[in-house]
C-alpha cells in the first residue's frame, strides 16, 4: 500500500521558517519524481516546486529563493524548506510522488502564516 504522509505543518509568522517533510512507503522511492503542491483558500491547487529522481529542482517563480526542495532516498523523504515566508504562503500542502502513468498525493498538512 502506498502511503504518502506530510508533516512539520505549524502555525508561523510572517518572516519565519519551517520544514515540511513528506515520507513515504510502498514505492520504490528514489525512482519517483516528487513535489510539493500547495491549496489556498478558495484557490486552485498549484505547483510550488519539484524534484526529479536526478534531483533536478524546479520552482513557481514565486516561491523561488525562499523555498529548497531536497530528497533524502535512504529515509524516503521529501523535504521542504520554507524561509522567510509571508502570508501568501498560507495553504495546505500536498506532496506528489510521480512514475510514468502512477501518481500518488498525500493527505497535506496545514500551513497558517500570520501574525
Known amino acids: 500500500q502506498v502511503q504518502l504522509v506530510e508533516s512539520g505543518g505549524v502555525l508561523v509568522q510572517p518572516g519565519e521558517s519551517l520544514r515540511l517533510s513528506c515520507a513515504a512507503s510502498g514505492i520504490s522511492f528514489s525512482f519517483y519524481a516528487m513535489a510539493w503542491y500547495r491549496q489556498a483558500p478558495g484557490k486552485q491547487r498549484e505547483l510550488v516546486a519539484g524534484?526529479?529522481?536526478?534531483?533536478?529542482?524546479r520552482y513557481v517563480d514565486s516561491v523561488k529563493g525562499p523555498f529548497t526542495i531536497s530528497r533524502d532516498n535512504a529515509k524516503k523523504t521529501l523535504y521542504l524548506q520554507m524561509d522567510s515566508v509571508n502570508p501568501k504562503a498560507t495553504a495546505a500542502y500536498y506532496c506528489?510522488?510521480?512514475?510514468?502513468?502512477?501518481?500518488?498525493w498525500g493527505q497535506g498538512t496545514q500551513v497558517p502564516v500570520s501574525s
Open positions: 524534484i526529479t529522481a536526478a534531483r533536478s529542482t
Open positions: 506528489k510522488a510521480t512514475l510514468s502513468s502512477r501518481a500518488y
